[in-house]
């Protein structure tokens, strides 16, 4: 499949992009800590030297994925990118996160294209309250995330819908442990369909969290690939209909290394119109 796709380079995020969401008392604080060698960001966040190049190339990787699906090189773009964003808030990095690569990206697409109407889907495991936070009192980015509940990081209850003219433009579905796929996927797709009544989308950006599948160390949600494949064609479908079929899909979580790669690759081939299905996958089914 890696011959078929189209590869872009990505960049280091600027000042500018990252500034959109993060305070520079952030950006220099790990800055420090990475210039001397320091290991925890907080007690999850481990770092290394190299982790603030790495952190803003991630961004940046985000960042070039909009820029592709708005000039029409491309339908969508997947950003394969480590560290993850979606815990990081506008003035802390936590949960593995050090920028907020999706609302990095997100920020990016309002100031240089001008959208209105930008949604996020957090598939992830866990609640995205980096990005919730960043946009909670914003009604031109609608934030809608499924994900185990009560669980780390503690926020993303059903009564967290957004404040002041933001009220309305955040969606939680907080699943408990054990949720079977089915009704994971009945729950995601009927907040599709209110998300489309609220905030018809002139892009799509995923928050594709891997760790929400059946066997993830982290996670207790059963997804398996074909519904990440069902879920990624339904954000195609609202992609289309509103957006020019538009979606710029970021990696976040998924930490069991035996199903990750194999999860990954079913979501993007679904995202080129490839065929996800594989013969390991028939037989996983069987
Ligand atoms: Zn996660």
Redesign the pocket.
């Known amino acids: 499949m890696w011959a078929q796709l189209h590869k872009l380079k990505p960049r280091s995020a600027s000042d500018e992009d990252l500034a959109r969401c993060h305070g520079t008392r952030l950006v220099d604080h790990i800055y420090e800590m990475c210039e001397r060698e320091e290991r925890f960001l907080d007690a999850d966040t481990v770092i290394c030297s190299e982790s603030y190049e790495v952190a803003r190339m991630a961004a940046g990787a985000a960042v070039v994925a909009v820029d592709a699906v708005m000039a029409g090189d491309v339908t969508n773009a997947f950003a394969l990118v480590r560290p ?1 964003g979606h815990h990081a808030m506008p003035d802390r990095a936590m949960g593995f996160c050090l920028f907020n690569n999706a609302a990095i990206a997100a920020r990016y697409a309002q100031a240089h294209y001008g959208l209105q109407r930008v949604l996020i889907i957090d598939w ?3 609640h995205g309250n980096g990005t919730q936070d960043i946009f909670y009192r914003d009604p031109s980015v609608y934030y809608f995330s499924t994900h185990q509940y009560p669980y780390y990081p503690g926020t993303g209850s059903k009564g967290e819908t957004g404040d002041g003219k933001g009220e309305g433009f955040t969606l939680n579905i907080p699943l408990s442990e054990g949720t079977s796929a089915r009704s994971h996927r009945e729950a995601f797709n009927r907040a599709l369909n209110l998300i489309e009544e609220k905030l018809p989308p002139d892009l799509v950006i995923i928050s594709a ?1 891997f ?1 929400s599948r059946r066997g993830d160390p ?1 996670g207790g949600l059963l997804l398996e690939d074909s519904d990440f494949a069902e879920m990624t064609k339904e954000a195609m479908d609202l992609a289309d209909k509103y957006a020019a079929g538009r979606i710029v899909s970021v990696l ?2 998924g930490y069991n290394l035996q199903t990750l790669g194999e999860t990954v690759r079913t979501h993007i081939a679904t995202l080129a119109g490839l065929s996800p299905k594989t013969a390991k996958q028939s037989a996983d089914g069987e």
Do not use: A, Q
Request: hydrophobic fraction near 20%.
């Open positions: 993850p992830d495991v866990h969290g760790d982290l976040e979580g």
